[in-house]
């Protein structure tokens, strides 16, 4: 029998759900024992947000500072065959949960030498995030082998607005009555046994060097160019907005909460105006930059780090 480890954080399940479609014919089988480790803050970040709340997790989840844990509950000395890791971005950087988890001494000892999966839910923009997950898993001598991820389909300037509905107030159908239903589309939701049928035979092989192109090839990895070069500015911004914000104050302080408010009002408006420009470069970057445009979205879509 092969024990298989799923390590997740989620504030509204739908980490869960797509963990229970990618997992379908592995939970159907008795050759199979699933462990499930939610990883639960001590501190809980609440949901719905408020907006102030929302903002102020920015500075701390950019720079990566852990925060505490309740511990696991999983048996540390099992030898895993197989970890999955689902998690959310948040504001471009692995959400604060799994990020403090992937700092702890536990996933040093679990993820040694272990085949990783990461399972991605979120709104589309999950690319800097997955090379920070690159980066730690990297240090803790694990072998990624795969990444799927969930995003929501609407346009982006759509799933901004449906996104902040979701999180600030718990809207997830029709926000005012006619904006599109946020969250992971049905659609994947649908494929993902798929894959896990794909990744069932990779690890019965203990082969999975063809993984990651077959899950690329089921288009459950979704790279943009438009995005691409979004998250290309905030990558570049969000660590210097980060740094001004934090100088003032920690998580929650009062001294803080001018520069908070103001990167709330900030951060919508330049996606707001950015958002539609970049969309146009996007549509004529391929012409004047092709190959480098599909370079970048062919590194984004397999699981090596860039040097
Ligand atoms: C604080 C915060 C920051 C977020 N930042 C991003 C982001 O950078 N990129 C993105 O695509 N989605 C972002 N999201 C959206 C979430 O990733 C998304 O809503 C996710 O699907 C929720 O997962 P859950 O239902 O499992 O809790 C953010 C959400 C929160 C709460």
């Not at 390590?7 to 939970?27: E, H, N, R, S, W």
Request: proline letters at 5%.
């Amino acid at each position: 029998m092969k024990n298989i480890l799923v390590i997740y954080f989620t504030q509204t399940g739908q980490a869960k759900q797509c963990i229970d479609a990618v997992l379908k014919p592995f939970t159907q089988n008795p050759n199979y024992k699933i462990h499930y480790e939610l990883i639960q803050p001590k501190k809980k970040f609440s949901y719905p947000w408020k907006y102030t709340e929302f903002m102020d997790v920015f500075p701390e989840n950019v720079q990566g500072i852990p925060c505490e844990l309740e511990s696991l509950k999983t048996d540390l000395s099992i030898n895993f065959d197989l970890i999955f890791i689902a998690y959310q971005p948040w504001f471009l950087s692995v959400c604060r949960p799994i990020n403090s988890f992937l700092l702890s001494t536990e996933a040093k000892q679990l993820l040694n030498n272990k085949p990783v999966i990461t399972i991605i839910n979120c709104r589309n923009m999950w690319l800097t995030a997955q090379e920070k997950m690159k980066i730690h898993l990297k240090k803790l001598n694990a072998n990624l082998v795969g990444n799927i991820t969930f995003v929501d389909k609407s346009a982006n300037l759509t799933s901004l607005v449906t996104v902040l509905a979701f999180e600030l107030s718990g809207v997830k159908e029709k926000f005012m009555g006619f904006f599109p239903k946020y969250g992971v589309s049905d659609k994947d939701l649908a494929i993902a046994p798929e894959v896990g049928i794909l990744i069932e035979n990779a690890l019965n092989k203990n082969d999975f060097s063809t993984l990651q192109s077959n899950i690329v090839s089921k288009k459950l990895v979704s790279v943009k160019s438009n995005l691409l070069l979004l998250e290309g500015r905030g990558k570049v911004l969000f660590p210097l907005y980060a740094n001004y914000i934090s100088k003032k104050g920690t998580a929650g302080s009062k001294d803080r909460k001018t520069r908070v408010r103001i990167f709330g009002i900030v951060l919508p408006t330049a996606i707001l105006i950015f958002s539609p420009i970049i969309t146009l470069v996007s549509r004529l970057a391929p012409l004047i930059v092709s190959r480098k445009i599909k370079k970048e979205i062919d590194y984004y879509s397999q699981n090596t780090l860039r040097n």
